[in-house]
């Protein structure tokens, strides 16, 4: 979808840049192209709202309601961009309460997890050859959280694998949604002044 110069205008005043008081670098924008890496993350947002807090870029799916003939925005879930490093999905490194299991039910050891990947120790080396043939795993967030994935092995080395996420069978959502509260837990610092 493309806006023109008056309407990418209009959104940028909308959410024009607000001072924090503070060192942190915030900026709004509005986008109505993805980067091609979060196409598969964020594939059905017509438009997407860019925040940049420090060294992240959070990409939120945007679009407007209309309402009685007045506009709502609404936002959806953030995929979150660590530019440090290069641009990827922010990882969640050496999670923990969060479980594994393979097609068969066998619990592995969850090393880090991000909306686009994931990297797990095989429990049993015995497992390798057959979980690497599955290509499928369940992710535990929480009790009530659970997501079935099928994943593509980027690289193996001994009995760490390092797997994107081909596809979600349901919950892409949830999984961003889950990741997004845990960063803004562990950056409280970054997300105190936003609502300023």
């Known amino acids: 979808m493309e806006l023109t110069s008056e309407e990418l205008e209009f959104f940028s005043s909308m959410f ?11 900026n709004l924008s509005v986008r109505s192209q993805l980067p091609e890496s979060l196409f598969s993350v964020l594939d059905q947002a017509k438009l997407t709202l860019l925040a940049e807090v420090s060294h992240y870029q959070l990409w939120f799916p945007f ?3 209309n309402e009685n003939g007045e506009f709502k925005p609404i936002l959806g879930v953030p995929e979150i961009v660590d530019l440090n490093g290069g641009e990827r999905s ?3 490194n050496k999670p923990h309460d969060i479980r594994l299991q393979d097609a068969k039910g066998k619990s592995h ?3 880090s997890l991000s909306s686009t990947g994931f990297a797990f120790q095989i429990s049993d080396k015995r497992s390798l050859k057959r979980v ?21 092995p980027v690289r193996t080395e001994k009995d760490i694998v390092a797997a994107r996420i081909a596809g979600v069978k349901s919950g892409r959502e949830r999984l961003r949604k889950f990741l997004f509260n845990l960063h803004r837990d562990e950056h409280k610092n970054l997300y105190r002044n936003l609502n300023s």
């Open 16 to 26: 024009a840049t607000a001072e924090t008081g503070s060192d942190t670098k915030h």
């Open 63 to 65: 679009e407007l309601q």
């Open 90 to 92: 922010w990882r969640l």
């Open 109 to 111: 050891n969850l090393v």
């Open 132 to 152: 690497l043939n599955e290509r499928q795993m369940r992710i535990h967030l929480d009790d009530d959280n659970v997501i079935d994935v099928e994943y593509e």
